[in-house]
């Protein structure tokens, strides 16, 4: 069983940058590859970043590549998304999410994911 709580949500303007994180309990961390979804209102779940087990390759939606960056730290129990560069399109509740060795190497579907925390909002004003 994986808890995962975000934090770092806020406002800001377009161009602006923010950091999330996600704070992961459990003994087995490592195990899980981790990913950060959004869901904007009226829309699905997309998929934004993703990192793997061993924090060695970390891969994005083509909405953000070059803007978000996906780290983790395993002695921390902790994984970031550093954004940049925001867009109104940006807006929506963030999600970390922890994918078991089911979810494969570089899982993207929601349904990869087996545990979720509860989002946070980010909103871009432009």
């Known amino acids: 069983q994986v808890q995962l709580v975000e934090s770092g949500g806020g406002s800001v303007q377009t161009g602006g940058s923010l950091r999330l994180s996600c704070a992961a309990s459990g003994r087995t961390f490592s195990s899980y590859a981790m990913g950060w979804f959004r869901q904007a209102p009226g829309k699905e779940r997309e998929f934004v970043a993703g990192i793997t087990r061993s924090a060695g390759s970390a891969y994005y939606a083509d909405s953000v590549k070059g803007r978000f960056a996906i780290s983790r730290d395993i002695a921390k129990n902790t994984v970031h998304l550093q954004m940049s560069s925001l867009k109104p399109e940006d807006t929506a509740l963030y999600y970390c999410?922890?994918?078991?060795?089911?979810?494969?190497?570089?899982?993207?579907?929601?349904?990869?994911?087996?545990?979720w925390g509860q989002g946070t909002q980010v909103t871009v004003s432009s």
């Open positions: 999410a922890a994918a078991g060795y089911s979810g494969g190497a570089y899982p993207t579907a929601r349904e990869q994911y087996s545990y």
